[in-house]
């Protein structure tokens, strides 16, 4: 028998007897992140491809909600921060080496952006609208003029954000259930998921739907299958993370990830999706819905799993 | 704390107010005190930290250790820490964590704060807040009213504080010599008689034990390590730097243990037996130090005779310890000899034998001749400090022993708990106290069978506690006065005795806080309400320490300076020279492994091994030890110190656990033979580190004083499940392991239903 | 200059005065310890083992808290010692994950702290409060590129461990087992 005790009383605010230091703050930017990620991705990747009749919902209407969920997000991001009022820190060092700085310049680059797609199709949503001010108007003209440039900048920074998602996480491999490099993919593949179905919420346009569902049910069967992997490689690695994956695979957070995560955010929304494609009537409410649910639930069980595994004691 | 009514609080049902508002203590209490980690206004960085502050000399109160050093302070003045002096022998420099968590006392918030005095009966603990004056005048008007009812001798003093000193003068003008401290009769008694039997002196405090030089060090039930004596603790290190054995006899698997070359799990309470077969087996080997005991012991040839049939396989059937492993661990100790020493241990009332078992360790020493040689034991010596010049003291026309005539004629010093008893009133008593005076120690966790304690004192016509923190035993007194912590005050001169002389000082750091006072100030504030101002003629302590370091070479300035000072050894040199002819202060002048004493006394005149009571069924016996964190139940508040143990475990075998399907850390209670049941759960440490027949708590937990925000309800008690007491019939000790418990899953039914 | 520490199990008792001694020195609020002692017991009563370790901030050479740091507030100091800058945190808790020895918390006033082997001390050429107070010596402290400081002397002389070292983090703080 080996008994393994700290004697000395440790009890560290935050860190004892487990991590919990980032609660509901980090998953949720998390989510709106990807979900911007993927919504943007959308939006720019069509505009390059030209397929702006298509694809209206993706790219003159779905946008719109990107900057108030990456306000959200950033508000959220702020609240979690220990020490805000030095939050401003951040913006004076980009060091390669750290995620987080990726992620802090990043979004410094895509929140402006999605302000720009935004205000450049305002009359979408708002048909009335005026700038009032010259200047805007003059502003207006020049990105809608560069609209090209700006999609291909958007599609390449909704990617990289899509992705330091994950890999912020998988960065921190004292944390042993993150410390898997499909951690990156899977979150940027549930991230375009997101996106899809919020398009496919707001999309009037039947073959648009049509499209996006068909984008969907791929990324979410490669989701499913990077899960498998990642539990996979789990199982065959070090007793650590045998011990991680032991979390999901009749642990605390067995029920919630199998049924949340698995069953109702992947595998009822492709089946509902494909019998949607099979012309039964279903309310896109629904399988959009459970998709958009099942990637929060995601990044949540992540993060708070996630802390709860580690090397010692 | 909030500005309601001071609230003392024993038991948790009921609640004491004071009545009377008007704390102005309370103001004290924002200016930067209260918890400890709003201290400075930022810590430091990194990067800048200025240091050499200001330092003042102390020596530390937490454990009787008395290590001395340096109390620094920061920027703000406040206390900042505690580190040890570099040339105290007792510290070397390094306080143990008790002495390095100093400072949490200071800035305990629950400290008591006026003096207090009692409006209701007492047990109904009510209190309320009173001047100095007042309550000073309360207790010389009681204390007169004694002495001339029934005379001054029945005013006895229960001390275990450096204060003590002062009290005592006071007590001994008063016409009493009735002075007392628990470490006595419940702590190292036997062994103090034992060794004034067998070589004529004492082990002393602290022990003459020249460890830093052994090969062998053996340890009965000793638990250095967990027993955090620094000195003792810092030699240790160094014996085992220098490649020195280590011997545990223990039925658990201590620190000191984990250490040893030979850990002999023994069954508990058989110890005297193992012992005397190593006595058999060094004499009948031949590896004892013939001409040490050719030279300076009697009493060979009876020992030789006695020990005849005591074989290691004899005592293999009593202590579970096989043959081999006795035999080995014999020649270990023999081949080390004389740099050899068989540990006297600290704490030894256990079975009610405890002189008898001290007794055959002071033989095998002697047998080994490790007594006065390197490596052994050493000739420990004091500086000898002058008091200051008063009045000769009254000559008390009884003293406690009168109340026990023909007992206990080999106690060298007061018994607690004989005055305890003593207290109770009963026909054939000669000598009844009719008051207390407490400082510094916690008799319902110190003194066994508390409710003893409880009858005593109701008996009692005055009950004065002097202490810094409201423990139990304050929610019993008349009067509560309130002490200013060791960081705050002068003190007497240490002038414990070690292998060079030496004098320690102890000043204040910071003035005190709230309304407490040092020890001196009120003897002598009594003093004067008690016409015995004479025996406290100085006019300030500086005058009188001064005084005192001037007649030894010293002055109060250089003392201020230095903290230490060691002198040369003057009389007799540390070890015995070879050859030297010595003379013990014995009956025969000789080492005596034969002790004329305890036979004229009627007692055996050399240890014999005798059966205990085992554990019946579904019990087991109640072991209690020390935590190198905490000092009893003195720190279990103490804000820096329970960060490193908030509460005690009670540790169970994992078989044991199994049949009790207790898991480990649940909370459960505890539950004697005589049905007492521990006020609080505590938590389940299932380990293997402790034998089956057993389980293993650290005392001083389970505090009932809800006073003690930090320490109330943490753990369990063991002083509360030991009732059964085995009175050691030669010095009165009180022995303490001859209880049992067994669990139970629920509180009593009484706590239960209310 | 790389400074580094060592630890000799055998000797330690698990007294925790390392604990107390940084918390005073260092002024850890109450409730928070920048290092902590861990006690293991191996075995079957009666054969049994005990290993003893006073454990903190490994300050190592490759460490990834420093790497995922995104202000730069997490550096390494002189000596490789890693230190926290509090003026550059932001608080986001990325070092406090990334730590596999669970060595750092938040500290109420905002920013991230840990173990900073008393950078402070040692520039005053004292060793740190831990190795001063330690009753059984047991601790030994130095600089690793000078051949006769205290812990390269101890090194070279017995057995030793880091913990997790398959971390890849190149830890500095050394068990003699």
């Known amino acids: 028998m080996r008994e393994e005790i700290i004697v000395s009383g440790r009890d560290n605010p935050l860190i004892d007897p487990h991590l919990h230091i980032w609660h509901w703050q980090i998953p949720l930017y998390l989510f709106l992140g990807g979900l911007a990620a993927g919504i943007l991705f959308f939006a720019g990747l069509y505009t390059i491809l030209g397929k702006e009749k298509s694809y209206p919902t993706a790219i003159r209407i779905a946008p719109h909600i990107v900057p108030i969920v990456l306000v959200i997000g950033l508000l959220a991001l702020l609240l979690d921060l220990k020490h805000k009022l030095y939050f401003w820190r951040l913006y004076t060092t980009i060091r390669l080496e750290s995620p987080m700085s990726w992620g802090a310049w990043v ?68 944390r042993p259930l993150w410390n898997t490099s499909i951690l990156g993919p899977l979150f940027l593949a549930s991230g375009l998921s997101a996106g899809a179905a919020t398009i496919m919420l707001f999309s009037k346009n039947h073959a648009e739907r049509g499209m996006l569902s068909r984008i969907d049910i791929g990324i979410i069967v490669v989701e499913l299958f990077l899960i498998v992997h990642m539990f996979m490689g789990f199982l065959a690695s070090t007793q650590v993370q045998i011990n991680a994956a032991g979390l999901f695979l009749g642990g605390p957070y067995t029920a919630s990830f199998w049924i949340f995560v698995v069953i109702l955010g992947m595998i009822i929304p492709v089946i509902l999706e494909i019998l949607e494609l099979r012309k039964y009537r279903i309310p896109v409410l629904i399988p959009a819905g459970l998709v958009l649910f099942g990637s929060l639930m995601l990044r949540f069980l992540i993060a708070f799993a996630g802390q709860e595994s580690r090397w010692l004691y | ?242 490649g020195a054995s280590i011997i545990t006899v223990d039925p658990r698997y201590s620190i ?171 026909l054939s008593k000669a000598c009844n106290f009719k008051g207390w005076i407490v400082n510094g120690t916690n008799l319902l966790k110190t003194i066994p069978d508390s409710n003893k304690t409880i009858e005593a004192i109701q008996n009692l016509e005055l009950l004065v506690v002097i202490d810094t923190m409201p423990m139990a035993i304050t929610g019993w007194a008349d009067v509560v006065l309130p002490e200013c912590t060791y960081l705050e005050r002068y003190d007497t001169i240490r002038d414990s005795p070690h292998r060079k002389p030496a004098i320690a000082l102890r000043m204040p750091a910071t003035p005190p806080l709230y309304e407490t006072k040092p020890a001196y100030w009120i003897a002598k504030e009594l003093s004067k309400k008690l016409d015995l101002e004479d ?11 001064d005084w005192q370091l001037k007649q030894v070479g010293s002055s109060l300035e250089e003392m201020q300076r230095i903290g230490v000072k060691t002198f040369e050894r003057t009389y007799d040199d540390l070890y015995f020279a070879p050859g030297q002819e010595m003379e013990f202060y014995t009956s025969t002048g000789k ?102 027949d057993s389980v293993y708590m650290v005392h001083g937990f389970g505090h009932t004083n809800k006073n003690l925000s930090r320490a109330y309800g943490r753990g369990a008690s063991d002083s509360e499940l030991i009732t059964k007491v085995l009175m050691d019939p030669i010095m009165g000790g009180t022995g303490m392991r001859g209880n049992f418990v067994t669990f139970k899953f629920e509180p009593k039914e009484e706590e239960a239903a209310s | 200059m790389r400074y580094a520490m060592a630890i000799d199990t055998k000797k330690c008792v698990g007294c925790s005065d390392c604990v107390v001694a940084c918390q005073t020195e260092n002024n850890v609020p109450v409730g928070y310890c920048r290092d902590w002692v861990v006690e293991v017991t191996d075995g079957t009563y009666p054969q049994l083992e005990i290993e003893i370790r006073s454990e903190r901030c490994n ?119």
């Open chain 1, 107 to 174: 979004l410094m680059l895509v929140t402006p952006l999605s302000f720009i797609w935004s205000a450049i199709h305002i009359k979408d949503i708002f048909p009335r609208w005026n700038w009032k001010y010259q200047f805007l108007f003059t502003l207006e003209e020049f990105f809608t003029k560069y609209k090209l440039v700006i999609a291909w900048i958007m599609t390449i920074a909704s990617v990289i954000l899509g992705v330091y998602t994950g890999i912020l996480f998988s960065a921190f491999n004292a």
């Open chain 2, 1 to 242: 704390m909030n500005n309601s009514d001071y609230i003392i609080m024993t038991t948790r049902r009921d609640f004491i107010k004071i009545s009377g508002l008007g704390l102005g203590g309370l103001a004290l209490s924002t200016s930067g005190l209260g918890f400890y980690n709003h201290l400075s206004s930022a810590p430091p960085s990194g990067d800048e930290l200025s240091l050499d502050l200001t330092r003042t000399p102390t020596y530390c109160e937490i454990c009787f250790w008395k290590c001395a050093g340096w109390v620094y302070k920061n920027e703000e003045g406040k206390i900042w820490k505690v580190i040890g002096n570099e040339e105290d022998q007792h510290s070397n420099g390094r306080f143990c964590p008790r002495g390095t968590g100093g400072p949490g006392m200071y800035y305990d918030e629950d400290r008591l704060r006026t003096p207090l005095i009692r409006t209701d009966e007492r047990g109904k603990q009510v209190f309320r807040q009173a001047t100095w004056d007042e309550a000073l005048g309360y207790v010389a008007d009681k204390m007169k009213n004694i002495a001339e009812v029934h005379g001054p001798e029945c005013v006895a003093l229960l001390t275990h504080g450096s204060g003590g000193k002062y009290l005592g003068t006071l007590l001994k003008a008063f016409g009493s010599n009735s002075i007392a401290a628990p470490s006595y009769a419940q702590c190292r008694g036997p062994r103090e008689v034992a060794y004034h039997m067998t070589f004529g002196e004492g082990v002393g405090s602290p022990e003459r034990t020249d460890i830093r030089d052994t090969k062998c060090l053996v340890l009965i039930g000793s638990h250095l390590g967990e027993n955090m004596h620094n000195g003792q603790v810092q030699e240790m290190s160094d014996a085992i730097d220098k």
């Open chain 2, 256 to 426: 000191a243990a984990s250490k040893s070359k030979y850990w002999l799990p023994i069954k508990p309470a058989t110890d005297i037996a193992l012992l005397l077969a190593w006595i058999h087996v060094i004499i009948e080997e031949g590896w004892y130090d013939s001409e040490y005991v050719e030279k300076y012991t009697f009493g060979f040839d009876q020992l030789k005779a006695h020990v005849k049939n005591m074989t290691p396989e004899w005592a293999y059937g009593i202590t579970t310890i096989e043959p081999d492993l006795i035999r080995k661990s014999a020649k270990e100790m023999a081949n080390a000899a004389p740099s050899v020493i068989i540990h006297p241990g600290r704490h030894v009332t256990w079975y009610g034998d405890d002189t008898q078992r001290s007794r055959a360790m002071a033989i095998l020493n002697a047998l080994l001749g490790s007594w006065g040689r390197r490596g052994g034991f050493y000739n420990p010596e004091a500086v000898s400090i002058p008091d200051w010049p008063h009045p000769p003291f009254p000559t008390p026309s009884r003293s406690w022993k009168d109340a026990y005539p023909d007992q206990f004629n080999l106690a060298y010093e007061t018994l607690s708990s004989g005055i305890c008893d003593a207290t109770i009133p009963t």
């Open chain 2, 535 to 545: 025996y406290f003629s100085w006019n300030s302590i500086e005058e009188m320490l």
């Open chain 2, 591 to 692: 080492i005596e492994l034969y002790s004329t004493s305890l036979a004229s006394e009627g007692f055996d005149a050399m240890p014999v091994y005798t059966p205990h009571e085992e554990p019946p069924e579904g019990y087991y016996r109640l072991n209690y030890g020390r935590a190198p964190m905490h000092t009893f139940g003195r720190t279990a508040n103490n804000a820096l110190l329970k960060d490193l143990m908030e509460e005690n475990a009670v540790w169970i075998n994992p078989k044991v656990a199994k049949i009790w399907g207790i898991t480990n850390g649940q909370y459960l209670w505890l539950e004697n033979q005589d049905g007492i049941r521990s006020t609080f759960p505590v938590r389940a440490r299932v380990t293997e580190r402790i034998r089956w």
């Open chain 3, 59 to 177: 300050q190592c050479n490759n460490s990834p808290c420093v790497r995922c740091c995104p202000t730069g507030a997490s550096h390494y100091a002189d000596g490789g010692v890693v230190l926290v800058t509090h003026e550059k945190c932001i608080g986001c808790g990325a070092c406090i994950t990334s730590c596999p020895y669970d060595a750092r918390y938040s500290h109420p006033e905002g920013y991230v702290d840990k173990c900073t082997f008393c950078i402070h001390r040692i520039k005053q050429g004292l060793e740190p409060a831990c190795v001063a107070a330690c009753p059984t010596k047991c601790m030994y402290f130095g600089d690793l590129d000078d051949p006769n400081s205290p812990v390269s002397e101890i090194l070279k002389v017995r057995k030793y461990k880091t913990l997790i070292p398959e971390a890849g983090t190149d830890p500095q703080l050394y068990f003699l087992i």
